[in-house]
């Protein structure tokens, strides 16, 4: 099986074999061309999958399967959105079906997932190991945006359009969570109040920042462009700075809240968070894994069987899990 992590400036590959044991150790990164419209990128794909194929020694007849993943939006079965996204600009891509266009230069079958449901579903199996197909879990990944999934006996819920789990654009209370006077957060999605304008960067960067900037004067980030200000915001939360503190607070405190909310849906076994904050200073990272479960509301029988825990490997957790996919699919579940 090969996972194939596709991404704004770079693919990442790994492979899987038959019995679920890793092959590759680290990133196996090489250009994802994406801005060079599908017919490059497709090419920059097949590369990526035979970059891996040889530094292992294994050959393209070896492969039984391969997972692909993509930030969205796209469909279930890899359809970029008619809209275009983020990362899919050229207008070449709206429409275009990923999955099915590497499925045939491969000749190969290739099951599709989004980044968000991929990173889930490696956070699953890593933790659960053989326990994974009887077990149920969350996940919310901090990036740009808010992304994640939910997984049941081992699998990703997609739902009918293969918009389930799109646990960014959930709705959260925001009562005790903003300040008297703090603009109530905009998501680019279109609602006001949702998970991912509170907890993502772009969050940070348009709702957050600016508000917290103007309560504490004369912050060193307020002289800072907002990007740049939003990135190194996690640098200064490590350091124990107020400003940060209190975003980072604010950000945990809507992650629980939002699995409160997938306690009352799907009351999985585990809750995982990922993203840029698993690669902070351990410190820092753990203060905000116990800020976002103690901002969750179990019941106590909920709480007594519940885990929280950092999905692993960021840079790697998107192949790996599409790989997963892949010999899911394989196997006929
Ligand atoms: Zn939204």
Known sequence: MIGLDNGGTSNNA???????????????????????????????????????????????????????????PASADGVISSKGSTNFMEPEWRGFDVRGALEARLGLPVVYLNDGNAAALYAHHRHFGEQAVARSSASAIIGTGLGGGLVEGGTVIGGAAGMAGELGHVHIPMAGLLEAGQPVPRCNCGFAGDAES?????????????????????????????????????????????????????????????????????????????????????????????????????????????TFALVPDRDMAGARGAAIAALAALRGH
């Open 14 to 72: 790994t492979i899987l074999d038959l019995s679920g044991d890793f092959l590759v150790g680290g990133l196996a990164e090489t250009p994802s061309r994406v801005r060079e419209g599908p017919t490059v990128a497709i090419t920059a794909l097949v590369e990526a999958l035979d970059a891996i194929l040889l530094s292992t020694g294994a050959a393209r007849a070896d492969v039984r399967a391969v997972g692909l993943d993509t930030p969205g």
């Open 198 to 306: 509170v907890a993502s960067l772009t969050g940070l960067e348009l709702n957050l920042l600016p508000y917290w900037l103007t309560q504490y004067e004369g912050h060193e980030l307020a002289g800072v462009e907002p990007r740049a200000a939003a990135r190194a915001a996690r640098g200064y939360g490590e350091r124990g700075d107020p400003l940060a503190t209190r975003i980072f607070g604010q950000q945990a405190m809507a992650i629980g809240r939002l699995f409160t909310i997938v306690a009352n849906v799907t009351d999985p076994d585990a809750y995982f968070v990922g993203g840029g904050v698993v690669e902070a200073a351990p410190h820092f990272r753990d203060w905000f894994l116990d800020a976002v479960a103690a901002s969750t509301t179990l019941r106590p029988e909920q709480a007594r069987v519940a």
